[in-house]
Structure formats: C-alpha cells, structure tokens
C-alpha cells in the first residue's frame, strides 16, 4: 500500500506541482479523485474545511492541503533536496515557483476556455471525473466548469486581450523551448522548485488540454520534452551530452533564462505592482481584520497595462505570500551576494520583486492562508 495519498486531478494546476515533486522525490504515493467518502467525511475538515486539490495525507495520518504547502513539507523532510543553495539560484528557483503559480494563470485560463471547439469533450469528461457518481453528475459537472470559465474572465482573459494573451504566450514558448534546448531543467541538471512551479500551467493546463498541447508539441517540442521529463522519474536527459544531475556550477544563470525572465515582467511586474495597490487599499478598508481571518482568493481587480493593452485581473494575495519567500531570504544575505542578486534581477527587468510588497502579512495556520 502507498505511503502517501494524493487527492487530485490531471485537470487540476496545482495538482501538477505536487505530482511532479511526488514523482521526483521517488515518493511512494497513490493519486485518488477527490470524490471517495473518506475524503468527504474526513479530508475536507481537517484540511481546514477546503475541498480544495491537491491535497495529501501521509502515513501517519496528516493532511496538508495546497501544493505549497506539501512541497514545503518534503523539502524540509529531504534537507531541501531541490532547493538550490547558492544565491542567485535560489532566488530564481523562488521566483518561478511565483510566477508558476501566479504568474501565468491568464494564458493557462485563456487556452482552456475560449477554444471550445478544441477543449470541449475534453473537458467536460474531466470534470464529471470529479464529481461523484448520481443523477446529477452531469449538472454539477457543468456547474464547476462554468464556475472556472468565470474565472478565466476574471484573470483577464476576455476578448479585449485575447491578442496580448496570445503574443506573449507564443513568444514564450520560444524562449522557453531555447533555453530547455540545451538545459534539461531550469538551473541545469536537476529541477528546483522553481521547475515544480512552473510546471503547475504547463501540465495541467497547457500540456494536456487539446488546444494549447498542440501548439506546444508544433511550436515548442524542446519545451514539451521538459514537461514529459518532470513527470519521469528518471532523469530523462538523453538528448542532452552533461547528465551530471546538478544544478550549475559557481551560481551560473544562463543568458536564455534571463531572456525567459525578461520576457515574462512583461506583464507580471505591472500586474503584481496593480494587485498590491488594490490589496493594500483593501487592506486600509478593514478596521476590523482579525489575526487568523482566512485569507480569500481574491479582493478586486487591479488594472495594468502591457504592451498598450489595458488589462484587469483578480487581485489575489497568494502572490503576495509567495513573494515573501523570496524577499525574506533576499533579506538575510550579505551585502555582496544581495549586490548580485539585484543586479541579476536587474538585467530581466524584475528588480521590483524586491520591494512590492502587502501592508499585512499571511501566514498558514491549520491548513489556510490567513492574515497576521
């Protein structure tokens, strides 16, 4: 019997983080569809009350919930197997496990909902996966995805940025399909949470949905192989002639990762700097924010522009909590490793994600984001 139970989707984004971390750890586990009684009568409370996915409970009976989260635990289970140790590495590996799950959330919505034409049965076969058997399946099933297409909208994915979505999405994937051409994985031979990130959207949603799959195995097969590789347990680096499975040597960041980098502030550096606006107005609206309050996905739309379009999004604190990571290690280096760290970040143009900050901490306390 597995050591580990995973209750997640091959739908579902953030089940792809944990998946891909499970099957590169060599951990023993069994993935099970959210829809058993145990986990309705026993999972669900002690995983705060979310239903959300994915969620784990391991051999000794605890349930962590957020893919965060049970990356978290087994880093620090393993002495952070995964975590690079240098500083400019680490604070990249931090960055694109932001941008990962954050980051790239209106391309991953935007090609999964409005190409039904391609998506469709695809779909809807996915989420009657995910609703327990009974006379309403197909209805509840309906119900959730009209409830993710809502949110695609909300991400700002709607007609008035289809092309701007789209530009920047194909433009990336050329960036990334050069980089992964002669790196297997992000820092070089082995992945960081960064690669556990990132791979969140590039599997869940835009490496198995039929429309988005496409493009990336025509236009980007070097990127497609990257995503197969972080579902292997093996390294899976046959095409590549240093197989050593290290990350780079003496804090290396290779110019194509800077060009990745470059290309993503784009719209994440004006997104994140709009959402933290919003949420610290909010945030001077609530006289009576209690510590332990729960943390909710979103709190309004912030407003940015990229490349001239203007665009409106969730505002969504997660970020926020995601950022702190990488600003607090950041904070604890010395002079001289904080002077190449910010000139590194400097030359993709990311440098603010030093300072964008909430006016309010989060923290998690049984299984929930909440506010400090």
């Known amino acids: 019997m597995s050591n580990i139970t995973l209750y997640g989707s091959s739908l579902s984004l953030y089940t792809g983080r944990a998946r891909s971390y499970l099957i590169k750890a060599g951990l023993d586990y ?34 962590i919930r957020d893919g965060v989260a049970i990356v978290d635990y087994f880093e620090q289970n393993s002495g952070h197997l995964y975590s690079p140790k240098t500083p400019r590495q680490k604070i990249l590996s931090l960055l694109f496990d932001v941008i990962g799950a954050e980051g790239l959330l209106r391309p991953a919505m935007h090609y999964r909902w409005n190409f039904p034409e391609h998506n469709l049965e695809f779909l809807a076969f996915h989420f009657q996966s995910m609703v327990p058997r009974g006379p309403n399946r197909i209805e509840q099933a309906e119900k959730g995805a009209n409830a993710m297409r809502a949110a695609c909208a909300a991400f700002g994915a709607v007609p008035d940025t289809f092309e701007l979505v789209e530009t920047l999405y194909l433009e990336l994937l050329k960036k990334l399909n050069h980089h992964f051409s002669d790196y297997p994985y992000l820092l070089g031979g082995k992945p960081c949470v960064g690669d556990f990130g990132m791979i969140a959207p590039f599997f869940g949603h835009l490496g198995r949905d039929p429309m988005p799959l496409s493009i990336m195995q ?6 497609f192989r990257w995503v197969e590789r972080m579902n292997r347990p093996e390294p899976d680096v046959g095409e590549f002639e240093t197989q050593d499975g290290q990350y780079l040597p003496s804090d290396e960041i290779p110019g194509s990762l800077i060009d990745v980098l470059k290309h993503l502030a784009i719209d994440f550096i004006p997104e994140t700097i709009a959402a933290s606006d919003c949420i610290n107005d909010w945030i001077d609206q609530q006289k009576d924010l209690a510590p332990g309050t729960e943390v909710m996905r979103g709190v309004g739309i912030g ?33 001289k490793a904080q002077v190449s760290v910010s000139d590194m970040l400097a030359s993709c143009d990311m440098l603010d994600v030093l300072d964008i900050k909430l006016s309010r901490g989060i923290e998690r306390h049984n299984n929930l984001e909440v506010w400090r």
């Open 30 to 63: 069994r993935e099970v569809t959210p829809v058993t009684p145990n986990y309705r009568d026993n999972i669900v409370a002690r995983a705060g009350g979310r239903r959300g996915v994915p969620t784990i409970e391991t051999a000794d009976g605890e349930v």
């Open 218 to 223: 025509t236009r980007a097969v070097r990127l």
């Open 303 to 335: 407003s940015f522009e990229a490349r001239g379009v203007r665009v409106n999004a969730l505002a969504q604190p997660f970020r926020f909590y995601l950022l702190k990571r990488l600003q607090d290690y950041y904070t604890q280096l010395d002079k």
